[in-house]
């Protein structure tokens, strides 16, 4: 049977991942594709750079203009990363009348509806399973499996290197510096590693992942993120004491309209509310989320239909996103990403008119930790300006004093656990009370994940 081909954009960690699965198992692919996938070229920014034995030197090229205009390519690969230069190849690649898999989250959250829309003006089709949470098969189970489900909400880790260095600060009491160069060491972490621990990259594959799951395109921007570059040991270990585990999750919770239960009212058709945040959780030791450890990942996913259903793996690295990509080489070579594409609609062509809450609005227990001086009144100050944002108080801890900040005067932590509040009231609160005259600010926050 005539070969798939494909060409590579991209041979670093992902796209040399690709080509040795490409290459060191042709048969099994090609039994599962119906055919063999070829792989014809590989472009790269210097093809003179050392590269693993198994790259075929004769396909290096950096000559992405023919590879994407080669008649025997069907399909492009874009594993290059960036988001300009990337956009740019898979707009060419689409006009060219081929195929596109990616695994660039940031260009999908940034560009899905232009890319998308570019797509389906060409009649090509875009998969991208690499994009979120690397080998966890996530987006196949949300397009195909979950179909028949309105998804309610989905609460997960997606981010490796937060994961990695959060399991190091609980299980070993390691500082966040020391357990970022460790990761870095070990190739978990970038050397610019911004973008994953201050919550963007979560973000990205939240914004994909809501996409998909309700239907709407979520300007990145309307999501509120923190990461975990702040984060003190003094609170992974009072979360301890508390029982709970500090964890980076992407949360969305969707609250049908009540107009999507009346009869005659399409589902897709149906409104709604979405809200949706990343942020450091206090979760339950024992809950399933607090026990992932290291760098992997892990998604609930919430169905009307399906109850709840979780999903667990190693979320990046070299062959767990290349298993996603070559997964959807196959998918386009039996012709079901074309397929799943042109059902999905997705970034545009969907009528839905959901309403992303205010994240104000989105209730929730709090954790708070004040540094604030060990003097009488100084807790009847701070319950006073909690009153009067109307947050109440579930648990109260003092320990002892940790610092002498001068002769008279002892600083101790003062961590309060709040009932349910409104997180605008929360914040208001928050504000309140490091304009007391007894406490230190900032005062430190996480949402508990009950
Ligand atoms: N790394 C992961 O675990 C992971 C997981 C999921 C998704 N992803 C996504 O996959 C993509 C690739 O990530 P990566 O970690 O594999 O990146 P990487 O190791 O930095 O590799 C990038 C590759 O692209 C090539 N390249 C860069 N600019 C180019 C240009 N202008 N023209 C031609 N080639 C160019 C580079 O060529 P040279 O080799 O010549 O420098 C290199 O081979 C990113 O979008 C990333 O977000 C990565």
Known sequence: MEPYGIALVGCGTVGSGVAKLLLEHPDRLAARAGRPLELRHIVVHDPAKPRDSCIPRNLLTTDLRSAINDPAVQTVVEVMGGIEQAKRVVLDTLAAGKHVVTANKALLATHGAELFDAGRRHDRAIAFEGAVAGGIPIIGALCQGLAANQILSLQGILNGTCNYILTGMTENGQRYADVLREAQQKGYAES?????????????????????????AVPFDAIRRRGIAELDLLDVRFAKELGYTIKLLAEAWFEPSTRSQESGVRAEESGGKLALHVSPVMLRQNSPLALVRDAYNALFVLGDAVGSTLYYGRGAGQMPTASAVVADLIDMAVGRAQQTFRSLKLWSGNHRSIVVRDPNTMRTRFYLRMMVEDRPGAMADITRVLAEH??????????????HADEDTEIVPLIIMTHTAATGSFLAA??????????RPPSVYFPVGD
Request: aromatic fraction near 2%; hydrophobic fraction near 50%; include cysteine.
């Open 390 to 403: 109307h947050i109440s108080i579930s648990s109260v801890i003092q320990h002892e004093a940790i610092e």
């Open 430 to 439: 928050c504000a309140g009370i490091d304009r007391l005259a007894c406490v």
């Open 192 to 216: 610019d590693p911004t973008l994953d621990v201050d919550g963007t990259d979560a973000a990205h594959k939240l914004a994909i992942l809501v996409q998909i799951a309700f239907g709407v």
